[in-house]
């Protein structure tokens, strides 16, 4: 009898915690479906307050589902409330739902809507380095830096395999363009700070060259902001220039013009024809005092006008 | 820019719509957004184009500040350091522009500093007297000049190979790379000209 008694116990118990899951997964089920609804009437806010609190629950937590529509709430509200930065909570908490959400499992059309969903965030990072890279000002690039890295890391994240190395040589081949821009602007900046932008272009083309070596464009670039810089130190001598001052910053000068023959030459290498840098080295040549030198790429230039 | 973007609510994406004629609409958004992408990274012109190179006559600069500091620190005879520096330049207009832009309103000790561009050495002639005349020329233009100005204190500044041997008292050379100078100081003590020790200390020659 009480062998009997303990067996109605048990089963009663084990009934009640089904009854306990299943009420209970009925009741998630019930709230993620009201921040659905609330979610086609455009009312994000609203939808994150029904969902939001209860994911702590044992039954979100473990719903892909769950996570899934609050990526996408989270990932409205990016998107209505015009977040930028690295640190955006609103995107960081859609990315990081939605890799949960794949992590626990989703359907088929969910699972390709939330890696398209990842995908769209990690695109909104690369266009926003690219915007601030448009409007850059000197001290962000930090923060240009983050918004790239937050893109490659989502995009490795969605694709291990992706080769994102002429991604990144481009990023560095507008970042060392959009500090030589700052060079060539006038500016009452003191001198150790145009120092450092400089220094900053010319890491940047170096950088962009190292995932694409052969790029035209970063050669002549980076050949133009040494040349550039070289001219600017030329133009700086005054006449309370000591002789030794002069001499000094004459070196400096040529050193920057011996530097910027091999990205010269290398740009050159890939475009024979191209006035451009045929004009380039004929300058640099004439900077060098070789003048021998550079009278070859002069009658180069004409030869070419020449048969215009 | 406003992004189109799979997934976004402009066009009932998300988990919200998932019937088959909006996931068509889905695909056409997804191309727009490569589009747009496209688009966007293709509006970046302004970083593919080449940087603009310094059209300065680089080789002019360092020679104008060469010239102001050989004018500044010789000395000349007593008889010949009252009224304007007359500094003459002889066929290289950049030269002259650069001279005449930084050092214009400069002096040189006492005196104000007279910058001057003469096409030919033939206009010499026709000139008053110039401290300092630079030339281009070289071989039996460069030693006409120098006899057109023999026993007189004027330096007579050249960027030839024959500079010296031609008459002139300080010639520019290239030396790795590098603009230096070489003087003739027995000529410049004939000529009464007393070089400044800072000018014949960094001299090559």
């Known amino acids: ?308 | 820019m406003r992004v189109v973007e799979p997934g976004g609510s402009e066009h009932g994406q998300g988990p919200f719509r998932l019937n088959d004629l909006l996931r068509a609409s889905f695909l056409v958004v997804l191309c727009c957004f490569g589009s747009l992408v496209d688009a966007h990274l293709g509006a970046q012109t302004q970083f593919v184009e080449p940087s603009a190179m310094d059209d300065s006559d680089t080789r002019s600069i360092t020679k104008a500040n060469f010239l102001f500091h050989f004018a500044a620190s010789n000395e000349w005879p007593a008889e010949f350091m009252e009224g304007p520096f007359r500094l003459v330049i002889i066929g290289n207009p950049s030269l002259h522009a650069i001279l005449s832009d930084k050092y214009a309103m400069k002096a040189i000790g006492a005196q104000s500093l007279e910058i001057v561009l003469l096409d030919d050495a033939e206009l010499l002639k026709k000139e008053p007297f110039a401290h300092v005349i630079y030339s281009e020329e070289s071989g039996e233009t460069l030693q006409k000049i120098s006899k057109s100005i023999r026993d007189q204190p004027v330096l007579l500044i050249s960027d030839a190979a024959d500079g010296l041997q031609s008459g002139a008292l300080i010639n520019f050379v290239a030396v790795n790379n590098r603009i230096r100078y070489e003087i003739n100081s027995e000529e410049a003590t004939k000529r009464e000209l007393l070089i400044g020790n800072r000018i014949l200390s960094w001299a090559v020659k």
């Not at chain 1, 380095?129 to 850059?136: D, N, Q, S, W």
């Not at chain 1, 050669?219 to 070289?230: M, P, R, V």
């Not at chain 1, 600017?232 to 070196?251: A, N, P, V, W, Y």
């Open chain 1, 1 to 308: 009898m009480s062998t009997m008694n303990t067996n109605i116990r048990s089963f009663l118990f084990a009934g009640l915690i089904v009854l306990s899951a299943i009420g209970s997964s009925v009741c998630a089920q019930g709230e993620v479906e009201r921040a659905t609804d609330l979610g086609q009437l455009g009312k994000w806010t609203e939808a994150k307050q029904v969902l939001e609190p209860v994911m702590a629950s044992s039954a979100h937590q473990s719903s892909g589902r769950s996570w899934f529509v609050m990526g996408f709430i989270h990932k409205e509200l990016h998107k209505s409330q015009g977040e930028f930065g690295a640190d955006a909570p609103e995107r960081l908490a859609a990315v990081s739902c939605f890799q949960r959400a794949i992590q626990l499992g989703l359907n088929a059309t969910d699972r390709r809507m939330a890696i398209e969903a990842l995908d769209f965030l990690a695109r909104s990072y690369f266009r926003e380095a690219i915007a601030m890279v448009e409007g850059f000002t000197w001290g962000s690039t930090t923060d240009i830096l983050s918004l790239y890295g937050r893109y490659e890391a989502l995009e490795l994240s969605l694709n291990p395999q992706k080769d994102l190395s002429m991604q990144r040589s481009d990023l560095n081949r507008y970042l060392g363009q959009a500090h030589a821009m700052l060079l060539e602007s006038p500016s009452t900046r003191p001198a150790a700070e145009l120092q450092a932008i400089f220094q900053e272009a010319i890491d940047h083309y170096r950088a962009a060259l190292e995932g694409n070596e052969n790029d035209y464009a970063t050669q002549y670039n980076l050949a133009i902001t040494l040349y550039n810089e070289g001219v600017r130190k030329l133009k700086g001598i005054g006449h309370e220039t000591s002789m030794f001052e002069l001499m000094e910053i004459q070196d400096g000068c040529i050193t920057l013009f011996e530097q910027s023959l091999a990205p010269m030459q290398a740009a050159h290498a890939q475009q024979p024809n191209r006035l451009e840098t045929l004009k380039g080295l004929m300058t640099l040549h004439y900077a060098l005092s070789q003048k021998d030198e550079s009278d070859r790429y002069r009658a180069q230039i004409e030869k070419i006008l020449g048969n215009r």
